[in-house]
């Protein structure tokens, strides 16, 4: 009967057998087994303030008594409710790694727990300067032991210590991003990473450089010169005002840098001077210049007229120039003559023939289209002889004879 009454309890009631506990599941077996109280318990007598429960029917019908009275019930010991054992619930911690510039940090799952996050943070003793700079940076990182710092320019670290100070220095002007990554050994998905901006400045005027060093410039013509000014890294330092000037034999130039050059072609040293200042500190820098000819203007031949005895030589000079006078270097000019004077070498030497007389325009020097010329006179050489014509004349026709004095080429050297 006992299997049925519980299998009857749990079909119609599960929920308040639960509830009732297995004291209460007990009593109603025993009540239903018609087994009487014990002779101390009243099954009317409840405490006070108590609701009184008893089955709704009986189980069965089955409520036996003897004639006498009822039956003593034994003594029960009643067992304590079994605690139900909890149900565990799963817990999950998310890990994400930030970007740049934000820390790491654990969130837990809603009705989860979360462990402790990576938490990554720095400090820098100075952000800018000028170079050198250099900077402390304390790591006030959390829950890691492992770092590694990248300063930004090309030089990293390594160290394993929380509250560790790290130094770097920092020679090349610019902006720099530091950046520490952070991570627990053992964890190899998990890094935390935190950033600072390090703006280093040039440092103080070291030298001056004047550009260009040595230019051609063509006579009368002009050229742009520019300062610039570096601190001992070679960092380039912007904003100083420079002072410029010229040898007054090469040019000018203004306060813009552009120098206009003079007429005289040459070359000039220390032409250009350069002055620049920052506090006390004061540098020179100095340029050469070479002033070059300009376009081909003319051809300058000398001797422009010359008398040659006969096999005589001259030597003739041509220049090519530009408009203001300057030769034009390694000119190569072409000669030409009168046959009838002689010769001419490509240096220009005439050596005069044997034939006598006046040659204008004789000798020619040209350079392209450009061309200069000069007169030759070649002199007959000494008397070698006089001749006097035939004549055809009638008796007593008055005549006039010409005598002829020649050299020895045969020209006339006295009429």
Known sequence: MLPGVVTMLKARC?????????????LLILAGCGLPFRSDENPGDTPQGEATTTPSSEVDGDKSTDAGGPTPTPPLQQK???????????TATVVSTPEVGSSTSQSPISGSQSGTGLQAALTASVTAGQAPLSVQFTNLSSNADTFRWDFGDGEIAAT??????VAHQYVKA???????????????????????TIVVEPGLLHRIVLEPSNPNVIAAGSEQFTVKAFDRFGNVISGLASELSAGDSAG????????????????????????????????????????????LTEVRLKPDTVGLNIGESQEFT????????????????TWRIDQRIGTISTSGLVTAGNVAGFYENGV??????????ASIT??????????IPAVLVAAGEPVTLEALVLDQYGTISVR
């Not at 020619?364 to 010329?373: D, G, I, N, P, Y």
């Open 252 to 295: 000018q130039i203004n306060a813009g840098g552009v120098f206009t050059a003079s007429t005289k072609a040459g070359q000039y040293e220390a032409a250009i001077k350069a002055v620049v200042t920052q506090g006390p500190a004061t540098e020179t820098a100095t340029a050469d210049v070479t002033i070059e000819p300009g376009v």
């Open 174 to 196: 610019g902006t720099y991003e530091v950046a520490l990554a952070i991570a627990k050994t053992g964890d190899d998905t998990s890094i935390a990473l935190a950033t600072t």
């Open 378 to 387: 070649v002199n007959p050489d000494s008397p070698a002889k006089v001749t």
């Open 364 to 373: 020619t020097a040209a350079l392209l289209s450009v061309e200069a010329t």
């Open 160 to 165: 394993n210590l929380t509250s560790e100070t």
């Open 318 to 333: 041509a220049t090519a120039v530009d408009i203001y006078g300057n030769p034009l270097p390694n000119a190569r000019l």
């Open 80 to 90: 304590p409710d079994p605690t139900p054992t909890p149900k565990v619930l799963p």
């Open 14 to 26: 599960p929920g308040r057998l639960e509830l009732l506990g297995w004291s209460f599941l007990l």
